[in-house]
């Protein structure tokens, strides 16, 4: 039975809120939208239905871009789950943070403004935005903590996807391979998640958790330095160009120090010993490209987090390392040089583990609370 618009709705016994069901995680630089689209309505509901909600139903189905910067992700479209009585699907969407008035500017011209609907949302956006979401489209903001909602989301989707887990054999090899991973008997583990900055957590169960590092040297600072240093604009151009650099142009590696190995302590002499240690010299400025100084940037920083990730799962006695967020979006770049690093430091005792939904997990997280405000 299904209640008007604003009231609760009741369905197979469980109560739920009114349609529709977004989660949203609000990041420093990617805000993340989950919207579930029921499958199962019976022809009264699909009747009864209120015609904003068809149509913002109808515009999210039908396009994958939403306005300049809105993408929907389709090979992340996750068919008959099961959320709060309901059968249906979820779809994933994202945008720039600094577009935000433009997508609620959008979100209005849908008449979202005349539904008085709940959204369950996450991340420092949650709290920058709150007044934005009520005066522009009469939304009120449900706010849960970010890494609460991560969590939550990670066990979510990884019971209900089962190639979600998968990680890279023989990295740094021509033989790397993607390959699927079994996260039967994952406890305990560690999660490094990498938004805008880094935050790192302990799981030992779904409701066991803690956070015992981070680094603001994230995604964010990849972005920014290579706006700086390159002139590109966004994080798939920056991607893009780091593809076809050589960072060993840039940084000052061992065999540069030693002019081989430094086999005393197991130093390969192709291992970085300088993060752009090469540009202390004219010379090799005028050598550089654009593309060598991305590969740079996206290197030192990648390394940088696998180093800390590495020590937070040895001093945790951690063997699995999951990493995920939107940092890991379009970048086997960085997922490769994390899976390297990690198996030829812990000299094969510890894995690197890569989740397909990268950094939707937190707005899963706030979509799966999200029922239980109708309880």
């Known amino acids: 039975m299904s209640t008007v618009n604003g009231m609760l709705d009741y369905v197979n016994g469980v109560t739920t809120p009114p349609m529709p069901w977004f989660g949203m995680d609000i990041g420093g630089t990617l805000a993340k939208l989950v919207y579930f689209e029921p499958t199962d309505s019976t022809p009264d509901?699909?009747?009864?239905?209120?015609?904003?909600?068809?149509?913002?139903?109808?515009?999210?189905?039908?396009?994958?871009?939403?306005?300049?910067?809105?993408?929907?992700?389709?090979?992340?479209?996750?068919?008959?789950?099961?959320?709060?009585?309901?059968?249906?699907?979820?779809?994933?969407?994202?945008?720039?943070?600094?577009?935000?008035?433009t997508f609620l500017e959008l979100a209005k011209s849908k008449g979202m403004a005349t539904l008085a609907s709940t959204v369950c949302a996450t991340g420092g956006g949650a709290y920058k935005f709150e007044e934005d979401f009520r005066r522009e489209v009469n939304l009120e903001l449900y706010k849960f903590d970010e890494l609460d909602s991560l969590i939550r989301g990670i066990h979510f989707i990884e019971a209900n996807n089962p190639s979600e887990c998968y990680y890279w054999c023989n990295p740094n090899e021509e033989t790397c391979r993607k390959r699927r991973y079994d996260f039967t008997n994952c406890y305990p583990f560690l999660v490094v998640n990498?938004?805008?900055?880094?935050?790192?957590?302990?799981?030992?169960?779904?409701?066991?958790?803690?956070?015992?590092?981070?680094?603001?040297?994230?995604?964010?600072?990849?972005?920014?330095?290579?706006?700086?240093?390159?002139?590109?604009?966004?994080?798939?151009?920056?991607?893009?160009?780091?593809?076809?650099?050589?960072?060993?142009?840039?940084?000052?590696?061992?065999?540069?120090?030693y002019g081989g190995d430094y086999s005393k302590f197991n130093l390969p002499g192709d291992i970085v010993a300088s993060s752009f240690g090469q540009m202390s010299s004219k010379e090799k400025r005028a050598a550089v490209t654009k593309e060598d100084l991305a590969r740079a940037t996206l290197v030192t920083l990648t390394n940088n987090i696998g180093s800390i990730a590495r020590m937070c799962a040895v001093n945790e006695g951690i063997e699995r390392v999951v990493f995920v967020g939107n940092f890991l979006?379009?970048?086997?770049?960085?997922?490769?040089?994390?899976?390297?690093?990690?198996?030829?430091?812990?000299?094969g005792t510890m894995k690197a583990v890569f989740l397909e939904h990268e950094g939707y997990f937190g707005s899963v997280g706030c979509l799966l609370e999200l029922m239980k405000t109708g309880s």
């Open 45 to 101: 509901e699909a009747e009864s239905e209120v015609e904003t909600i068809r149509k913002i139903r109808h515009y999210l189905k039908c396009n994958s871009a939403y306005g300049t910067a809105g993408k929907r992700d389709i090979h992340l479209q996750m068919d008959n789950v099961k959320i709060g009585g309901r059968t249906g699907t979820l779809h994933f969407i994202r945008f720039p943070t600094s577009q935000m008035a």
């Open 194 to 257: 990498i938004g805008s900055g880094v935050s790192i957590l302990a799981v030992y169960s779904p409701n066991n958790y803690k956070r015992i590092s981070g680094t603001s040297l994230g995604g964010g600072t990849f972005l920014g330095l290579c706006c700086l240093l390159t002139g590109c604009e966004t994080f798939e151009e920056a991607i893009a160009l780091a593809e076809k650099g050589d960072s060993n142009k840039v940084d000052k590696l061992v065999k540069d120090i």
């Open 329 to 347: 979006h379009i970048n086997e770049l960085s997922m490769k040089l994390l899976a390297y690093a990690m198996e030829f430091w812990s000299k």
